[in-house]
């Protein structure tokens, strides 16, 4: 079975969905269940669509050869769910009876009946999951593992059918025919090719839908939670979930349940025990939104505040059927200026009350566990009942509600062979019972690691050794490993030019020699230590343990970049880079690692030099290293990197000393020039590698005040690229200043700090500007110096910022200096005067002829960053000046439509004022009026209103402002534009007059405004629906009566002003 056969069948289960979609739809009654039920379809849609995208996109299906092959085994889901879809499909169908008469289709799902057909989808959805992420290893074990369970629920579900309705009978009877032979269906599934044409604009919501989420962030972690719930027994964690306190919590309002507990008590595994019952409980109810966050020590760096926020709005998010219009907006406002929303903008309220539940491994737990895993000892069928029985109680009794440290008792036992060495083993462990305090716990944790480590070097010499490796690896990583790298970097020999095949080691020997120290997660494949707490122990004693590791790391990762097969340097298509990735496991790892183990080891390692004196090789590392898909439609990205790059701009990228030394001594040009026109000293002082800089500072063969092709120097890339208050950044500032303007280094010092302090967001711009005023007042001939060595628009404007404000600094103006000096950042002096509200410099600027049409690298004017920021002062300034307000962004939204998005009514006025096209539209044919009506800024619709904005101009998708607004349920803003004489009857493209929009989403309000105004209530929409009829199917009672009646209140015409 190939690609096309797996794409046919999910067109065609696709096609089932939609017409179960369809007379969803065309039901009556039931409105939560139907909602539902559709949501959760749509749902498993935008899975089908990906998947099926994911394997037209490969090359011929290659990359997903296992995965389809997966998809074609016995017991795989897309059968089974086409079953499930016939099935529902044959009980929704109205006969030709309920086809004449469209309110006699009543929801025919009993309650039982419903669930079934919930836990039968998201079975199948779950293993779809699975093929998305083209994980065939995990998606064949899953497919074994539930083809029984999901076969054996399937037929129930079919059953629980037949016995509800006794009408549907005959059609149930192919159904259950098709349950003993799946794969015959094959033939039916080609004839939903056509609907890959229809599905087009579902697939651009689908790919907008995702573009805005992976925008917030791209981080998921339903594979920690898969990982972790697996590793769960049987009934463990139910005490928690009986608790008082806790069912107090789930059925609260705005409550936080703190739950602290000693290290190794097991808090992750009851973590994800409570999300896998919130979920069961409440994942079908689209009003809960559940969202979880497992904290990595080693994931610092992609988990911090701003990050853990995004993806908590992101699961939130996501479980709705259509995103918020809050966070598509959002959205929209910011993806041309390159801005992500703020804490302001994620949060939305705060928890009040807090409960504290400590976490405790029951005994309970912990005997459930010991039972589960027992039988996994070597000498296990060796033991009696009882001896079984002293086990348990022994370590259940000596771990003190410590989870971790019954996992590592019991490990402890794999190598007791006799009953006397067992209950050897028991009376030594009730001599460790943990101690009522912290230290006391951790010691008795850090002895248990000892025991480990004892029973580790017990062990044959190869096994020894192989445990010591991998520990070693694992605990001096830089981030977490996967089985396939740790095997390819364990198979590595210094001296090697290829990988030996014959070499790897089996992930099952790599744990199991380790004594339970380690651990592999299945869903991420990532193999890692059991705990925090090792990790902490591992690095407190890596000097003993791990003496030369990070030499010895050093040499593995210089042995694999120096592999003969990257001797072909750079690869020169997005294509064969991403092969190379997937062909070569390490090179990922070792590329981005190598020189902060070589910072580390312990003495110089030749494999490091001669990979460095390797100009391919270098040029091929530099690009894995350099290359990012910023974005899924970023073509050619792999090519959007420096050129030229040397062994020597690699060392000082790392701030390898001892290897910016030795390249120096192999007289290595230290002035070599990237393609970008930087040399190793820009690379070493952009990143503070202070040895490096002094390094290749005492060669006297490098120019300080070299400048690359956007005219920035070395200091100004430490000046401009400084993200934490780091010691090293002061040192390379240091260094650089006094090799070019000796007796200055304090000031420039001081200015460092400040600037360092604005740039965490512990400085406003204004207390910034006032303290590097102070700074260089007390030495005025030090300004002009400074100009030469920082960015070039960064140095115009704050040297010139730092004047006070009441002082005449016309003479600052007659220098010479270039007003419209740019850098690679794009912003001129002006934007950056913009951007920091200096009205007094905005003014000098704009008196000495700065333009003000200058756009930066995204497009912008300092007039579109004004009205973005919302800065109404400056809005006026410019526009008194005669600034472009009719400049349009990439996506055709003009400053007023910006405007009118951001909500800000001073400066709509001001725009409009300033003659701004009040009908200017943007990629998707909308007007400002229209925009207006979509964020629901009553105030801004009546300005434009007044102004005479088109209340009859239409979107690329026919809709007119009174429709968007309908939509929205905005009551005042549909008042509004009544009263200005809008279309009452106006369709969008879905054939919806207004009236029936409104019955259809249930607003009562905007209902009764447009009766008031003589809509129509017979008006039919494109499938023949009338008001009543969308207002009825959809259960909206209130509407249905309003409809009926028939009785109108008299309409008042009147406007505010009477």
Request: aromatic residues 6%; charged residues 25%.
């Amino acid at each position: 079975m190939d690609a096309l056969s797996v794409t046919a069948s999910v067109i065609a289960v696709l096609q089932l969905s939609s017409n179960v979609v369809k007379y969803i739809n065309s039901a009556a009654g039931a409105t939560k269940e139907r909602k539902h039920l559709r949501e959760e379809l749509r749902a498993c849609e935008s899975i089908l669509l990906q998947l099926k995208d994911g394997i037209d996109d490969s090359e011929e299906g290659e990359a997903w050869s296992a995965t389809i092959a997966a998809l074609e085994s016995p017991g795989a889901p897309l059968g089974r769910l086409s079953v499930a879809l016939t099935s529902i499909e044959a009980k929704l169908q109205p006969n030709e009876k309920i086809k004449k008469v469209l309110a006699d289709l009543r929801w025919p799902f009993n309650e039982k009946e419903i669930k079934e057909i919930f836990s039968a989808i998201e079975r199948e959805k779950s293993l779809l999951g699975l093929a998305l992420a083209n994980n065939s290893r995990k998606l064949t074990q899953e497919i074994q593992r539930t083809s029984k369970h999901n076969q054996k629920q399937l037929t129930e579900l079919i059953e629980v059918m037949n016995r509800s309705s006794q009408e549907y009978e005959a059609r149930f009877l192919g159904v259950n025919d098709n349950l003993a032979n799946l794969q015959d269906s094959q033939a039916r599934l080609h004839d939903g090719l056509e609907t890959l044409h229809r599905s087009h604009n579902q697939r651009e919501l689908v790919e907008e839908r995702l573009t805005i989420l992976n925008w917030l962030t791209p981080i998921d972690y339903s594979a920690q939670q898969s990982d972790y719930i697996n590793w769960r027994q049987e009934g463990s964690g139910q005490w928690f979930l009986d608790s008082e306190m806790f069912k107090a919590w789930v059925e609260s309002d705005n409550q936080t349940l703190f739950c602290p507990g000693i290290p190794g008590a097991g808090k992750t595994i009851l973590t994800s025990i409570v999300v896998d019952d919130l979920t069961t409980r409440f994942g079908n109810d689209k009003s809960i939104g559940i969202a979880y966050i497992y904290c990595n020590f080693r994931r610092h760096d992609e988990q911090k505040a701003e990050h853990l926020l995004a993806s908590l709005l992101r699961q939130l998010a996501q479980g709705l059927s259509d995103l918020p219009d809050d966070l598509k907006l959002l959205y929209e406002n910011s993806k041309y200026s390159r801005i992500h929303p703020s804490y302001e903008e994620v949060l939305k309220d705060r928890f009040d009350e807090n409960n504290s539940l400590e976490i405790r491994a029951t005994k309970e737990d912990i005997e459930k566990y010991i039972d589960g895993h027992m039988g996994q000892l070597a000498a296990f069928d060796d033991w009696g009942l009882q001896l079984h029985d002293e086990i348990k109680a022994g370590i259940s009794d000596a771990v003190d509600g410590m989870f971790l440290l019954a996992h590592i008792y019991l490990q402890s036992f794999d190598d007791k062979t006799t009953t006397r060495a067992v209950r050897k083993a028991l009376r030594q462990l009730q001599k460790q019972t943990p101690g009522s305090n912290e230290d006391q716990k951790r010691d008795v944790l850090d002895q248990a690691y000892k025991d480990a480590m004892d029973r580790i070097k017990n062990q044959s010499p190869g096994f020894q050794k192989l445990a010591l490796v991998v520990l070693s690896w694992i605990t001096c990583a830089r981030r977490p490993l996967t089985t396939a790298e740790l095997q390819h970097a364990l198979a590595v020999e210094v001296g090697d030019t290829c990988l030996g095949e014959d070499n790897l080691e089996r992930i099952e020997r790599m744990v199991s020699v380790c004594a339970g120290l380690v651990t592999v997660d299945e869903n991420t494949n990532i193999i890692r230590l059991v705990h925090y707490t090792t990790q902490e122990y591992f690095e407190r004693r890596q000097k003993q343990l791990f003496v030369d590791a990070e030499t010895e790391i050093t040499q593995i990762c210089a042995t694999y970049l120096s592999f003969s097969v990257f001797e072909s340097g750079i690869c020169q298509t997005d294509t064969d880079f991403e092969e190379r990735l997937e062909s070569n496991t390490l090179y990922d790892y070792a590329v981005h690692n190598w020189g902060h183990h070589a910072c580390g080891a312990a003495k110089t390692c030749q494999q490091v030099i001669d990979f460095l004196l390797c100009d391919a090789k270098v040029e091929a590392a530099s690009q894995a290293l350099m290359a990012v898909e910023r974005v899924s439609f970023h073509s050619n990205y792999s090519q959007d990197i420096p050129r030229q790059v040397t062994g020597l701009h690699m060392a000082a990228y790392f701030g390898v000393e001892w290897a910016v030394k030795s390249l120096i001594d192999e007289q290595a040009n230290v002035d070599q020039k990237d393609s970008n026109g930087q040399t190793p000293l820009s690379w070493a002082a952009e990143r503070g590698h202070a040895a490096a800089v002094q390094l290749l500072l005492d060669t006297d063969r490098v120019d300080v005040d070299g400048q690359d092709k956007v005219g920035r120097t070395p200091l100004s890339w430490v000046t401009n690229e400084i993200r934490v208050a780091s010691q090293n950044y002061m040192i390379s500032f240091a260094d650089l200043i006094k090799n070019r303007y000796p007796g200055m280094i304090e000031t420039f010092k001081s200015f460092l700090v400040v600037l360092q302090a604005h740039q965490m967001g512990l400085l406003t711009n204004q207390t910034l500007h006032m303290m590097v005023a102070q700074i260089f007042n007390s030495d005025p001939d030090i300004i002009k110096g400074f100009t030469q060595l920082l960015p070039s628009s960064e140095a115009w404007y704050i040297s010139r910022s730092t004047v006070p404000e009441n002082e005449n600094v016309t003479m600052y103006f007659d220098d010479g200096a270039d007003i419209e000096a740019i850098d690679t950042a794009g912003p001129t002096p002006l934007c950056r005067a913009v951007e920091s509200e200096r009205e007094v410099i905005i003014g000098l600027l704009l008196s000495h002829g700065a333009e003000l049409e200058k756009k930066d690298n995204i497009g912008w004017t300092p007039l579109s960053w004004a009205t973005d920021r919302g800065l109404k002062p400056i809005v006026k300034v410019l526009l008194d000046k005669g600034a472009d307000f009719k400049i349009k962004g990439k996506d055709g939204v003009t400053l007023l439509s910006r405007a009118t998005g951001r909500g800000d009514k001073v400066i709509v006025k001001e725009l409009i004022n300033a003659g701004s096209d009040l009908e200017a539209k943007d990629s998707k044919g909308w007007t400002p009026l229209m925009r207006a009506a979509q964020v629901g800024n009553r105030a801004i619709v009546k300005l434009l209103l007044d102004a005479r904005a088109d209340v009859e101009a239409k979107s690329k998708d026919g809709w007119t402002p009174l429709v968007q607004a309908v939509h929205m349920g905005y009551e005042g803003i549909v008042k509004e534009l009544l009263h200005f004489g809008c279309d009452l009857e106006a369709k969008g493209i879905d054939g919806l007059t207004p009236l029936s929009r409104a019955a259809k989403m249930g607003y009562v309000a905007v209902v009764k405004q447009l009766l008031l105004f003589g809509a129509d209530v017979e008006a039919k929409d494109d499938d023949g629906l009338t008001p009543q009829l969308w207002a009825a199917k959809m259960g909206h009672e209130a509407i249905v009566e309003l409809l009926v009646c028939g009785d109108k209140p008299e309409r008042d015409l009147r406007d505010e002003n009477n």
